[in-house]
C-alpha cells in the first residue's frame, strides 16, 4: 500500500479526510486510511451524541493518537442518527478498519445531495498527491 492508501471508488471525500458512504437516507462517516497512517495509532475517538446536529466543515469530534490530538470535520450537515459505540472500547479499529469497522457516524443530511458538494475519489487521490509534492 502506497502512503496515500486505499481510496474506495464508492465513497465520497472532504478536504479534511473524512469520508462519506450513502446508506439509504443517510451517511455513514470516518476518516479515510491516508489520515489513519498519517495519525499513527488511535488511542482514543470522542464522538458526537445520537441526535446532535452537524454543520458542514464544522469540528464534530476529536481523534487522539500517540501522535496527537486532531478534530473531525462534519463532510455535510446534519442530524447523527448513530455513532460507533465500539470504537470507546476499540479505538484502534480507525486504523485497522477505517472504510468498515472503524466508522465514526451516521448523519442523515439536510440536503439529499449533500455529497455532491465533497471530492470525488479521483479528485482525493489528486489533492493528496499535490500536497505531497
Avoid: C
Avoid at 482514543?44 to 490530538?69: H, T
Avoid at 486532531?70 to 459505540?85: H, K, M, R, Y
Avoid at 472503524?102 to 475519489?121: C, N
Amino acid at each position: 500500500m502506497s502512503e496515500i492508501g486505499e481510496i474506495p471508488r464508492d465513497l465520497r471525500y472532504s478536504k479534511e479526510h473524512e469520508w462519506t458512504r450513502v446508506l439509504g437516507e443517510e451517511l455513514e462517516v470516518g476518516i479515510t486510511a491516508y489520515a489513519a497512517h498519517a495519525l499513527g495509532d488511535v488511542v482514543f475517538v470522542e464522538l458526537p451524541r445520537s441526535g446532535a446536529r452537524l454543520e458542514q466543515n464544522k469540528p464534530f469530534g476529536v481523534v487522539e493518537s500517540v501522535k496527537s490530538v486532531s478534530d473531525l470535520f462534519a463532510p455535510v450537515s446534519g442530524e447523527v442518527t448513530a455513532i460507533n459505540t465500539t470504537l470507546e472500547a476499540s479505538p484502534e479499529l480507525v486504523n485497522e478498519a477505517p472504510y468498515g469497522a472503524g466508522w465514526m457516524i451516521r448523519i442523515r443530511p439536510d440536503q439529499p445531495a449533500a455529497t455532491q458538494s465533497l471530492l470525488s475519489p479521483d479528485d482525493y487521490r489528486a489533492m493528496l498527491e499535490s500536497s505531497a509534492h
